[in-house]
């Protein structure tokens, strides 16, 4: 072997062994070689002994010895990759599949993908024990009803906070009440309509929110930022007859042809301030609360449908995580996340347990400063955002000590790094919360002490790591994620076919199991376990990303580049900036002469602009005479160039807040 490698002249590399890195011999020379391991001289004695240590030459290497009544494998395997534990979980998934290839019941139409390689007791180890978070005494009240409730117990307690406005949980289920009886009675709104909801964060948007959930309908988030084009696309694809919003945003909006409600008016102040008493659905999980577009792969969003389900097995798993951090039962909640993602529904769980919400307005959520400003003017004791916001938060924080969710995206190395050593010296928690908005606002969670983990499935839901072929993968090898359980959206509106693929029947379904969940929604993320049962996220197994926690379909943006005129072929990428940031990276080719390149990308994100929400906009593009191709004709990825540093800065824009100030000063 080392002639080889010497004469091949191969790069090398203190990573891995060179040519390759396993290798399988065997012996099948049926007792011709001599097995005795003793033999004598004159005078002397022999017998062979192993050496206390071997040289491993690979990272594994594999000896079998074949007999007429046996089979031996030797395992010889890098101390520095391999754990003798899993050493010995690989040799018992060979013997395994070994055993069903040899068994009676084998046929030729069996492929070896059709086989398991785990024992019984492993399977049941990764069905169940993994999953037992089974939590049979929730509420049967929706989150709306929960509120309500709460809003007799305690009727001048304080339930909303937004700037100098304030609401007690009397006057928020008052208003939202006579809003709820308008709806059914003016326009007829019937259980399972959809209303559109138009708003900035405000006091508003919580109101019409528990108003169109108390009038039986489920609502449609239409975030007022949305470009004109993806507003038009919701409302084409929703139907929606009717829309709340607010008289600033009426006059500006486009949506016409449609009912719209102004919550801040005066329409609906004679109405019955009394709990409206809807027939609806027995069970909740056919019940629809909301609908919030995501980014699709076809060039436009799709709309998720969730229920009332979701909110209440996600109301009793928010609960214990508060009281994990030993949050106080009357200390405020800061909603900061806009309600066209699923993470503000936290805010209205709050509500639900009886909390006090404090509504961060636009304005404030952008700004570092001022968010740090309302956590200490109401002494906020955890607070919930994406992982790059909170490295901005904890940066401004000084003497007021908090505990961090981070959700919505995975955590970079440096910034985990930061927020950790942020919790240690203030002695507070660090959780990670996970979960698609197809299965609810969080499918898993864990507390993180050193390393990013996604944790351990949340009440009710079953988290499956399979492969390919649809089978249980083992600890510790990389399979995609499939989440079932209460969480599980009804699917894609109006798209059934998608639904189809992306919500299958579960392979393991068990009818005399209460936890076992009939659905599993495909989530195209790449986990593995760990050899604690949490679970690792890898990375994505499609063309998705998530910037800035925003979840982007690079396709999308693709499809959108390549309808422009001046433009052949696009490809998105997103690229790892350091410091824990990412930007969208557009590749495009076109068939004309681009003199002014700045004019040129000044030119397409304008156009783009019209269809596609500013989080989506690529912050660089690099124009190409002719995309690179692999030798089967696929786009070589790799031989993309890098875009210039320039290239990024884009326009120069003064300090807006004291903030960036402070910024471009550590900077320049």
Same mark, same amino acid.
Request: charged share 20%; no cysteine.
């Given at each position: 072997f080392e002639q080889l490698v010497e004469r091949l002249n191969v790069p090398r590399s203190t990573a891995h062994t060179p040519l390759f890195q396993v290798m399988l011999t065997t012996n099948t020379d049926y007792g011709i070689e001599n097995q005795s391991q003793q033999f004598s001289l004159p005078d002397v004695s022999l017998t062979a002994e192993s050496a206390n240590s071997v040289v491993a030459k690979f990272d594994l290497s594999i000896n079998i010895q074949l007999s007429e009544q046996e089979l031996n494998m030797q395992w010889n395997y890098d101390k520095a990759l391999f754990t003798k534990e899993h050493i010995e979980q690989i040799a018992e998934h060979? =013997?395994?599949?070994?055993?069903?290839?040899? $068994?009676?019941?084998?046929?030729?139409?069996?492929?070896?993908?059709?086989?398991?390689?785990? $024992? !019984?007791?492993?399977? &049941?180890?990764?069905?169940f024990e993994l999953n037992n978070r089974a939590h049979t005494n929730q509420s049967k009240n929706c989150i709306h009803q929960a509120f309500a409730e709460q809003a007799i117990k305690n009727p001048k307690a304080i339930a909303l906070v937004c700037a100098q406005q304030e609401l007690t949980y009397g006057q928020l289920n008052s208003q939202a009440n006579k809003l709820a009886h308008y709806l059914i009675q003016s326009h007829r709104v019937k259980p399972n309509d959809l209303i559109g909801l138009c708003v900035d964060r405000s006091l508003d948007m919580v109101i019409g929110i528990l108003a169109i959930l108390k009038a039986g309908a489920a609502y449609v988030a239409l975030d007022p930022d949305y470009p004109q084009a993806r507003l038009d696309y919701i409302l084409e694809d929703t139907g929606l007859q009717t829309v709340l919003t607010q008289k600033a945003l009426r006059h500006n909006s486009n949506i016409t042809h449609r009912a719209m409600i102004e919550i801040d008016g005066s329409d609906y102040v004679q109405y019955a301030s009394t709990n409206p008493k809807i027939d609806m659905p027995v069970n909740a999980d056919e019940r629809l609360a909301y609908i919030i577009y995501t980014s699709g792969t076809t060039g436009k969003p799709k709309g998720v449908c969730q229920t009332h389900g979701t909110l209440i097995s996600f109301s009793a798993e928010f609960a214990e995580q508060l009281q994990l951090l030993a949050i106080e039962q009357h200390s405020p909640w800061l909603w900061g996340s806009s309600y066209a993602f699923d993470a503000s529904l936290k805010g209205l769980v709050c509500l639900a347990l009886g909390k006090p919400v404090v509504v961060a307005s636009p304005q404030e959520y952008r700004q570092p400063e001022k968010l740090v400003n309302l956590i200490i003017k109401h002494k906020i004791q955890v607070f919930n955002a994406m992982p790059q916001l909170l490295s901005l938060v904890v940066d401004e924080l000084e003497t007021h000590q908090i505990h961090l969710i981070s959700s919505g995206d995975s955590i970079s190395a440096y910034i985990l790094e930061k927020l950790l050593n942020y919790c240690r010296s203030s002695n507070k928690k660090l959780i990670n919360a996970y979960g698609p908005t197809e299965t609810g606002i969080n499918s898993a969670f864990a507390l993180i002490n050193d390393i990013e983990v996604i944790g351990k499935p949340t009440f009710n839901t079953t988290l499956l790591v399979l492969n390919d072929h649809g089978q249980l993968l083992p600890k510790g090898v990389v399979g995609e994620l499939y989440i079932g359980g209460d969480g599980l959206a009804l699917g894609y509106l109006n798209a059934p076919e998608l639904t189809k693929k992306q919500f299958i029947a579960n392979p393991y379904y068990q009818p005399t199991d209460s936890g076992s969940s009939k659905r599993l929604y495909k989530s195209g993320d790449l986990v593995r376990y760990l050899q604690d049962g949490n679970l690792e996220f890898i990375g994505r197994v499609d063309n998705q990303v998530k910037i800035r926690g925003f979840r982007i379909e690079l396709g999308e943006i693709e499809s959108q580049l390549s309808a422009l005129e001046q433009i052949q072929t696009a490809i998105v990428l997103a690229k790892d900036l350091g410091a824990g940031d990412k930007s969208l990276i557009a590749y495009v080719q $076109?068939? &004309?002469?681009?003199?002014?390149?700045?004019?040129?990308?000044?030119?397409?994100?304008?156009?783009?602009?019209?269809?596609?929400?500013?989080?989506?906009?690529?912050?660089?593009?690099?124009?190409?005479?002719?995309?690179?191709?692999?030798? =089967?004709?696929?786009?070589? &990825?790799?031989?993309? !160039?890098? !875009?210039?540093?320039? $290239?990024?800065?884009?326009?120069?824009?003064? !300090?807006?807040t004291?903030?960036?100030?402070?910024?471009?000063?550590?900077?320049?």
């Open positions: 060979l =013997n395994t599949l070994l055993a069903a290839l040899g $068994s009676d019941d084998v046929t030729e139409k069996l492929k070896i993908s059709d086989f398991s390689m785990l $024992s !019984p007791t492993e399977t &049941k180890h990764l069905l $076109s068939d &004309k002469i681009i003199p002014d390149q700045d004019k040129f990308t000044a030119e397409v994100k304008a156009q783009l602009l019209s269809s596609l929400p500013a989080y989506m906009m690529p912050s660089s593009f690099v124009v190409l005479s002719k995309i690179p191709l692999t030798p =089967n004709g696929k786009i070589d &990825k790799k031989a993309l !160039p890098e !875009p210039e540093i320039v $290239s990024l800065q884009g326009q120069y824009i003064a !300090p807006q004291v903030f960036e100030a402070e910024l471009q000063t550590l900077w320049s």
